[in-house]
């Protein structure tokens, strides 16, 4: 029995479309920028997000490494939420390679960071302080459920940094998710931002990938950042030809993955020993709290696999799961019964 596997959406396997383009991509030294498949995904990204231009990298971590090193020297500041996975999940990265200071702000359980927050947050002019350079967003927001930033929410935040002179970076792992589920225009999302990563191998399904866009003479420094950090490649287009088939098909669908989360919060919600703010479920990540411990996160998980179900162990009593482009409304009422089954319910 092949597993229903939800623990990310990183688990996506390339659909027959990407092999097939793979297999068939034009492609040259990235290096000498004479791959034109790197090239037609670069321009392609930047169009969609409304931006200049477009650099091709291996990772959503190394995107945002590039681009916070990018906007940040040594000693600088980067405000940034307290639950965002740059700060939490990227192996504190920004720190280690680019000596570049963390000041946290607590995110709200709609991943927002208060705004009055951000702006006290910002330093004064003063050799005691370091320099604030930096606003980082997440969206959408994934250890606050898969939150939605809105348009009117960012920009807020890029008027307030505007007003300081600080840059906004914005973590669009999964902006594709939130454009759909907002119905709106992707570039409503990334207005004003001066740098934005996005990933292709997420709900995209692409295999591997992210594009971090800006301006062109951001985008000129950051490739600088890339291949400091190694990530320079050479026939990146077996990638990049992968990412034009999951930008030019596979974003639509993105929200049957929204609909199913939903489906499977609803559920959760009936089910006695476990907590879930279902309303909150508006992308495909599902959180959910196990509340009365008539068993353990331990046989919680193992009993799950037992039933053919993963999920992932996100902390103390809490569990994620996240719907993607492998998971069928059918998995997903497999999933609803093999919950019920494990909390007697
Ligand atoms: N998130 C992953 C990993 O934490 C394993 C997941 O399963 O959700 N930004 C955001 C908002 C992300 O959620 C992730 C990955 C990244 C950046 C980093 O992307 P990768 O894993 O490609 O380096």
């Not at 097939?20 to 990204?45: C, K, W, Y």
């Not at 026939?235 to 974003?251: D, F, P, T």
């Amino acid at each position: 029995m092949s597993s229903i596997d939800l623990r990310s959406d990183t688990v996506t396997l390339p659909t027959q479309a990407m092999r097939t383009a793979i297999s068939n991509a034009a492609l040259g030294d990235d290096g000498f920028g004479e791959d034109p498949t790197v090239n037609r995904l670069e321009t392609l990204m930047a169009e969609r997000l409304g931006m200049e231009a477009g650099l091709l990298v291996a990772s959503g971590t190394m995107a945002n490494l590039s681009c916070v090193l990018t906007h940040c020297a040594r000693g600088d500041e980067v405000i940034i939420g307290n639950l965002s996975h740059i700060f939490l999940s990227e192996a504190g990265g920004i720190s280690a390679l680019g000596g570049v200071f963390p000041h946290t702000i607590p995110n709200l359980p709609d991943g927002t960071m208060p705004i009055d927050q951000i702006e006290s947050a910002i330093r004064a002019d003063n050799i005691h302080f370091p320099r604030t350079r930096l606003i980082c967003m997440e969206n959408t927001h994934n250890r606050c459920g898969g939150a939605l930033l809105t348009p009117e929410y960012t920009a807020a935040v890029v008027a307030l940094a505007k007003r300081h002179g600080i840059a906004v970076h914005l973590d669009g792992a999964r902006l594709f998710n939130a454009a759909v589920a907002l119905a709106v225009d992707i570039r409503e999302l990334t207005r004003g931002m001066d740098s934005v990563s996005v990933c292709l191998s997420k709900g995209l399904a692409a295999p591997l990938g992210s594009v971090v866009c800006g301006d062109a003479a951001f985008i000129a420094r950051a490739r600088r950042a890339r291949k400091m950090l190694g990530g320079a490649m050479r026939q990146a287009g077996i990638i990049a030809a992968a990412g034009i088939v999951a930008l030019e098909e596979m974003v639509a669908r993105l929200a049957e993955d929204h609909a199913n989360a939903g489906r499977l919060a609803a559920e959760i919600s009936k089910i006695r020993g476990l907590s879930i703010e279902p309303e909150r479920v508006r992308t495909n990540i599902v959180f959910f709290d196990l509340v009365e411990p008539r068993i353990t996160e331990e046989e919680l998980v193992a009993r799950l696999k037992e039933k053919g179900v993963l999920l992932h162990h996100a902390g103390p009593c809490r569990f994620r799961m996240v719907t993607h482009y492998g998971i069928t409304a059918a998995n997903i009422e497999t999933a609803i019964e093999a919950l019920r089954a494990v909390m007697g319910s």
